[in-house]
């Protein structure tokens, strides 16, 4: 006996042969609609699929990198698919507000001597920009973020205002006297705690090398292990001397180099001439973009 049981009702049975769009299996047939007008594989699964590969990438990029410490290397070693996970462009800021982010990140770090240069002002098109400019390049910041300029300036300037673009990132308070320093008032050298540290260290290790040496002829000790103790002692302590000394005139160096760079930016009259900036006004045929 036929078994009827599952059959649907007659009236509901839509107009159209079974063989029009059915296969052989019930299942749609060719000329049957599909569902959405995108591709096969661009299902919700696949989208799952590339925000978690993102969110992987950006919880990487988190640990292998210190954005609170981002500088011209970290932003050399990125890869292009890093650089886009860690900065979204539809999170960045821009206009009047990242200028003045930028210009206290900048503050900040002149302050702190992790950039040297002149700070300023200035405008183009109507339009305020920043100007950061030494000796040896200078950067030009807009508002939409781009960086324009040249030299070691340009190189220490971009992760900066990178960095002022992200809604993450605390840009921190300037201190009142944030521009570069007098000649006059920059130090000899730094570190000087640790040198005498060192020094003290020598000391003893010499003390002890002549203390064994001297014990060894006096007592007449039929060792050698004494001797050569001393001798080793005594080594060290030369060596400690030696490293000091090096590490003082390395220190004078820098800082008497630091103090001539300084000198040179408040003697001149004007800025350097490869700076683009007429006034307060960029020159848009000089500048280098």
């Known amino acids: 006996m036929e078994d009827t049981s599952t059959e649907p009702d007659p009236g509901s049975r839509p107009d159209r042969a079974p063989d029009e769009s059915d296969g052989d299996d019930g299942s749609p047939g060719d000329d049957a609609p599909h569902r959405g007008d ?11 699929d590339d925000a978690d590969d993102l969110a992987a990438l950006r919880e990487r990029v988190d640990e292998e990198y210190d954005f609170d410490d981002f500088g011209p290397s970290d932003m050399a070693r990125m890869s292009a698919e890093e650089w886009d996970a860690a900065f979204d462009p539809d999170s960045w800021i821009t206009g009047d507000r990242l200028l003045a982010r930028a210009e206290a990140e900048l503050k900040t770090r002149i302050a ?11 405008r183009e098109d109507g339009e305020d920009r ?14 939409t973020g781009e960086v324009s300029g040249q030299g070691t300036v340009l190189r220490d300037i971009e992760p900066i205002v990178a960095l002022a673009a992200m809604e993450s990132y605390d840009v921190p308070e300037p201190p009142e006297d944030w521009s570069l320093p007098h000649p006059d008032t920059v130090p000899e050298g730094s570190g000087e705690f640790g040198n005498l540290m060192i020094q003290v260290i020598a000391v003893v290790q010499v003390l002890a090398g002549a203390a064994l040496l001297v014990a060894s002829f006096v007592a007449d000790l039929n060792t050698i292990v004494a001797p050569a103790m001393g001798i080793v002692f005594l080594l060290v302590g030369l060596l400690l001397f030696v490293m000091v000394a090096n590490a003082r005139l390395s220190d004078r160096f820098r800082s008497e180099e630091y103090r001539e760079r300084l000198r040179a930016l408040r003697q001149a009259k004007e800025r350097p001439d490869f700076v683009p900036v007429e006034g307060g006004v960029v020159n848009e045929d000089e500048r280098d973009e």
């Open 112 to 122: 702190r001597r992790d950039v040297f240069g002149v700070l300023e002002r200035v």
């Open 38 to 48: 995108g591709d096969a594989s661009d299902t919700p699964a696949d989208a799952l």
């Open 130 to 143: 920043l100007l950061v400019y030494s000796d040896e390049g200078y950067a030009i910041v807009r508002p």
